[in-house]
């Protein structure tokens, strides 16, 4: 459909007066612009907070060139004509506003070009005016940049809080958009080369692994769609497993007919779905998309497009409740009992617990006798962080408490896995078994101490700062051992009461849940491991929670990867309690078993 002008009886209809708030504000309407436009990729660059600049890159149907310019009129829309459209909207635009708003309180230039025409056109757009139109060539798509927003506005300037707080809602935007539309690739890269994508497949857990990390995913319960529902709303997604639980509702997000709209009665719902599952205050992490015929529900109620009403808000109500339920009930995971001896996680998490305290009950130090059936195993940090990373670590700092001489450990090939749990290799001198875990805990302890001895532990920063709620234990360990925590690279702040902030954590635990992370190091800090200083205290829980398990199937570069960094170490044949990483058969044993000698 053409951009045309509303006429002014439709105008009118419209709950106008959309003001551009917050930088977050110009994003989401720059990315539903994309989105309308049918885009499958979609890369934003966001800068300063989006003050300096948000520029959106969409591969969708473009703006022919001779309308690039009404595009820029208030009013102006593709996506509407008659008011009778108004009562069932499709499109997550349809007011025509948000480029002429984004445009009266920046400096925008936008390049464009439709399915169909030889060139492009780009324009440039000055506080409200047009500075400059002009031919040029450009990819099928839209790239639109807007800078220095709200430059001449100060009164606006003064409700936007810090670069990182404005910088977090636009990622909440955008990663919000990317569990509506998994076919979409997104693609946000933000200051300092921070960057999150979502793989586009379509498939929803996927999204979800990209937002809230491949652990979280894997744990969340499919919401089906209640097939003999026809023409009425359904509800369909992913819902938390209930011990996965959060402190706040967050983590619930709504999307009706694919658009993300906030909705407290829809939140009761899921509230009440949970009832008997989750423990009181605790909320779940959850994906619902509502289905619903477009003239059932008003997406024109308020000015931000994030409110909308129902006709017939009950049958919306029974629908999410009803498919969260069917959720918990059909695969809610019956709590694992377990022989005596472990830890006391395995027990329903109080009301107090972590955000997924008792899911991944990792047991510290106990040690794998099943292979492979461990649900507590937690992600490995490994192959991934880069091996290079870790290997620069400076080893000859290590370690500066008894030199113990580096017993030398000879060029090892391997040659493969027994039990998915010793890597068998080859030596000069006869056959060599690594006990993966133990050689694993080894590289990590010594890597973590270097690294807080060279005072540049290597964080990775969080998309989503976590909030962590401890007990007060761990809390006075906080209080006391800050700076041992700090030092293996958590970027924890106090949140009131016994809650953390968690900003970023050790790059080195890789994909694991950060809130589960930092609870569960807490907890090995706290029960010590048998070590003295808390350095040392501090570097066996990482050791511990993040080294690869016993049980885990390993590749050949991912085995020859841990046998390399094992020979950079200082104390190579031992794990961090002495007990042997590896066991060697010589030549000559292994003649005299066979009798050859
Ligand atoms: P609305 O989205 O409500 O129609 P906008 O001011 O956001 O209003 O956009 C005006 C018009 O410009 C849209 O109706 C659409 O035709 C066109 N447009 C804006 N952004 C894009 C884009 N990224 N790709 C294609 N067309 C776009
Ligand atoms: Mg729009």
Same mark, same amino acid.
């Given at each position: ?295 059932? &529900?008003?997406? @024109? *109620?308020? #000015? ?7 006709? %017939?808000?009950?049958? !919306?109500? +029974? ?84 030199? &113990?001489?580096? @017993? *030398?450990? #000879? ?7 027994? %039990?998915?749990?010793? !890597?068998? +290799? ?48 761990l809390r006075d360990l ?36 950060p809130a589960q992370a930092f609870v ?78």
């Amino acid at each position: 459909m053409p951009i045309r002008l509303l006429r002014p009886d439709v105008a009118s209809k419209i709950a106008a007066g959309e003001v551009i708030e917050r930088p977050a504000s110009a994003a989401k309407e720059l990315v539903e612009n994309a989105l309308d436009a049918g885009a499958t990729r979609i890369s934003i660059e966001v800068r300063g907070g989006g003050v300096e600049l948000i520029r959106v890159s969409d591969n969708g149907s473009g703006i022919p060139a001779d309308q690039v310019e009404l595009a820029f009129e208030r009013f102006a829309t593709s996506k509407v004509t008659r008011a009778e459209d108004l009562d069932s909207i499709t499109t997550l635009g349809f007011r025509g506003e948000a480029l002429p708003s984004i445009a009266a309180v920046s400096r925008v230039t936008l390049s464009t070009r439709a399915e169909g025409e030889e060139v492009g056109a780009r324009i440039d757009v000055r506080d409200g005016a047009v500075n400059r139109l002009e031919a040029a060539g450009a990819p099928i798509g839209t790239t639109i940049s807007v800078s220095g927003l709200f430059r001449n506005f100060p009164a606006r300037q003064k409700f936007l809080r810090s670069v990182r707080s404005e910088t977090s809602r636009i990622q909440t935007v955008v990663t919000r958009y990317a569990l509506a539309y998994p076919e979409v690739a997104f693609e946000l890269e933000l200051d300092r080369g921070k960057r999150f994508a979502s793989p586009g497949t379509g498939d929803l857990r996927e999204a979800v692994a990209a937002v809230y990390g491949l652990k979280t995913a894997e744990a969340m319960l499919e919401m089906a769609p209640d097939e003999d529902d026809a023409g009425q709303p359904v509800a369909w997604g992913l819902a938390g497993s209930p011990s996965m639980s959060r402190a706040n509702r967050s983590y619930v997000s709504f999307f009706v007919n694919r658009r993300w709209i906030q909705n407290r009665a829809l939140g009761f719902a899921v509230d009440q779905a949970y009832h008997g599952f989750m423990a009181e205050r605790r909320f779940p992490l959850a994906v619902i998309n509502v289905a619903v015929s477009p003239d059932e &529900v008003d997406v @024109n *109620a308020h #000015p931000s497009k994030t409110e909308v009403r129902f006709r %017939q808000e009950g049958q !919306i109500f +029974a629908a999410v409740q009803q498919a969260v339920r069917r959720a918990l009930i059909d695969f809610a995971p019956v709590p694992e009992v377990r022989g005596v001896g472990h830890s006391p996680s395995h027990a329903p998490p109080p009301a107090t617990s972590t955000s997924s305290s008792g899911f991944w009950p990792a047991p510290p130090f106990v040690r794998q006798d099943s292979p492979g059936i461990d649900p507590s195993s937690p992600p490995i940090g490994w192959p991934d962080p880069p091996v290079v990373e870790q290997s620069e670590a400076p080893v000859s700092d290590v370690a500066p408490a008894p030199v &113990v001489p580096k @017993n *030398a450990l #000879p060029v090892l090939r391997v040659l493969g896995q027994v %039990q998915s749990t010793y !890597i068998v +290799a080859e030596g000069p001198d006869g056959m060599y078994l690594i006990d993966q875990h133990a050689a694993h805990e080894r590289v990590m302890f010594e890597q973590v101490k270097a690294e807080a001895v060279s005072g540049e532990p290597n964080v990775q920063t969080l998309l989503e700062p976590v909030v962590v709620e401890v007990n007060p234990e761990l809390r006075d360990l906080v209080d006391t051992q800050g700076a041992a925590v700090a030092a293996l690279g958590f970027l924890a702040e106090p949140f009131g009461g016994d809650a953390y902030l968690v900003r970023g954590v050790p790059v080195l635990l890789g994909s694991a849940d950060p809130a589960q992370a930092f609870v569960d190091i807490l907890e090995l800090m706290a029960e010590g491991g048998g070590f003295e200083s808390w350095e040392e205290r501090a570097a066996y829980s990482i050791a511990c929670h993040a080294a690869i398990r016993a049980g885990k199937t390993l590749v050949h570069e991912e085995m020859a990867g841990l046998i390399r960094r094992l020979e950079a170490c200082v104390q190579p044949n031992t794990c961090p309690h002495g007990r042997p990483t590896m066991i060697h058969m010589s030549s000559g044993q292994l003649e005299r078993e066979f009798g050859r000698r």
